[in-house]
């Protein structure tokens, strides 16, 4: 398995390189926001604990006094665009609408 995939290995690198390349240059930048923002994900794809640990760490907020916001791109979903999961005070669409993990996670 290790020789399958240390080709593919090579060519996420240079892909990464040249990524970080245009970013030390000023081709392209980061975002800057005026809120905190914590990111919770990896390139690992399901079983990480990425859901539930986003979960613990916006219920802790929650009790520290902050709003947190969960922003998701809804793996599986059946809808496209911007979809608004909960507004703070009830769930706004289905669970197709907006993917089983952010209908879970406003739940």
Same mark, same amino acid.
């Given at each position: 398995?290790?020789? /399958? /995939?240390?080709? !593919?290995?090579?060519?996420?690198?240079?892909?990464?390189?040249?990524?970080?390349?245009?970013?030390?240059? @000023?081709? =392209?930048? $980061?975002?800057?926001?005026?809120?905190?923002? =914590? +990111? *919770? @994900?990896? =390139?690992?794809?399901?079983? +990480? @604990?990425?859901?539930?640990?986003?979960?613990? /760490? $916006?219920?802790? $907020?929650? %009790?520290? @006094?902050?709003?947190?916001? !969960? *922003? +998701?791109?809804?793996? #599986?979903?059946?809808?496209? #665009? /911007?979809? !608004?999961?909960?507004? #703070?005070?009830?769930?706004? %669409? %289905? *669970?197709?609408?907006?993917?089983?993990?952010?209908?879970?996670? $406003?739940?």
């Amino acid at each position: 398995m290790r020789k /399958l /995939l240390f080709p !593919i290995s090579i060519i996420y690198a240079i892909i990464t390189g040249i990524r970080n390349f245009f970013y030390d240059m @000023g081709i =392209i930048s $980061a975002v800057k926001f005026s809120i905190q923002v =914590i +990111s *919770v @994900g990896n =390139i690992t794809t399901g079983g +990480s @604990g990425k859901t539930p640990m986003t979960m613990l /760490l $916006a219920n802790e $907020a929650k %009790t520290r @006094g902050y709003k947190p916001g !969960i *922003v +998701s791109r809804g793996y #599986g979903r059946k809808s496209t #665009g /911007l979809t !608004i999961v909960h507004d #703070g005070c009830k769930l706004k %669409t %289905t *669970v197709e609408k907006a993917g089983d993990e952010p209908y879970l996670m $406003a739940n």
